[in-house]
């Protein structure tokens, strides 16, 4: 006869009792879903920002990538144009959540927090990892604003080329060697996590739920953080 546990098994459930960070795991499943071939965009997140009007908060979300983790500290860092929608919303309101979703790996990492502007160094160093074609695009799309059409945003690139002094030929011929500064309006936004949950899917819908909470307080550029606490939630 088989086990109960056996029975309503996970893919790979947390471990019973479950680790006092959850950082190690977040970038364990993070390094998981970057190795496998079959995942998609492994680094893509939905982040949720909220606008306030008034007493009431209106969510919205999108997707955008994770470009990187730190355990250390306990943060996500994404990159985005500090003038579109999102920035508006994290400027009013500078709490924000995002999601994983691994579907080969049937599971969801869920990430609640404060966010900060990343250093101007940090931004300059992703900024210049970039294809040309996206550090040209930074310059050209006043990202969330409405243009007229297709044909009229693809004039504003051609412009910001020559703006910056650069023509398509050099581009084409130098490509990722071609110096282009970081746009003042363009940079990376680092989420301080208050809040994990890791998880993991089951038979039966029994998956396995791992929370972890704890708090955060920035002051200028200074984050204090407290130790967390760890909780096994329902499904
Ligand atoms: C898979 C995926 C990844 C994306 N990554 C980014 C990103 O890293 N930064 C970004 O600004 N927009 C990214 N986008 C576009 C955003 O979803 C969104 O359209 C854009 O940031 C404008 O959002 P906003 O008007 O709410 O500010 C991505 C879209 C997809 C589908």
């Given at each position: 006869?088989?086990?109960?546990?056996?029975?309503?098994?996970?893919?790979?459930?947390?471990?019973?009792?479950?680790?006092?960070?959850?950082?190690?795991?977040?970038v364990a499943w993070f390094e998981a879903a970057q190795a496998r071939k079959d995942q998609p965009n492994p680094n893509a997140i939905a982040l949720a920002t909220a606008a306030v009007h008034g007493a009431t908060a209106q969510p919205s979300v999108r997707m955008v990538l994770c470009k990187g983790i730190d355990a250390a500290g306990g943060s996500v860092y994404f990159y985005t144009n500090y003038n579109s929608r999102k920035a508006a919303e994290l400027?009013?309101?500078?709490?924000?959540?995002?999601?994983?979703?691994?579907?080969?790996?049937?599971?969801?990492?869920?990430?609640?927090?404060?966010?900060?502007?990343?250093?101007?160094?940090e931004s300059d160093a992703y900024f210049n990892s970039r294809r040309w074609e996206s550090r040209v695009g930074a310059w050209a799309s006043d990202q969330s604003k409405p243009i007229g059409s297709?044909?009229?945003?693809?004039?504003?690139?051609?412009?910001?080329?020559?703006?910056?002094?650069?023509?398509?030929?050099?581009?084409?011929?130098?490509?990722?060697?071609?110096?282009?500064?970081?746009?003042?309006?363009?940079?990376?936004?680092?989420?301080?996590?208050?809040?994990?949950?890791?998880?993991?899917?089951?038979?039966?819908?029994?998956?396995?739920?791992?929370?972890?909470?704890?708090?955060v307080s920035i002051e200028g550029d200074t984050v204090s953080t407290s130790d967390w606490s760890a909780t096994r939630l329902q499904p």
């Open positions: 006869m088989r086990s109960i546990a056996d029975i309503f098994s996970g893919s790979s459930p947390l471990p019973d009792q479950l680790p006092d960070d959850p950082f190690p795991t977040v400027d009013a309101n500078p709490y924000a959540s995002i999601v994983f979703f691994w579907d080969h790996a049937d599971q969801q990492i869920r990430i609640e927090g404060r966010v900060m502007r990343a250093t101007a160094a297709r044909s009229a945003l693809l004039d504003r690139v051609m412009t910001t080329i020559s703006d910056l002094g650069l023509s398509l030929p050099a581009l084409m011929l130098k490509g990722q060697s071609v110096e282009i500064p970081r746009p003042p309006h363009w940079g990376g936004y680092r989420l301080w996590a208050t809040a994990v949950e890791c998880w993991v899917s089951g038979t039966g819908r029994i998956h396995d739920r791992a929370h972890w909470e704890r708090t």
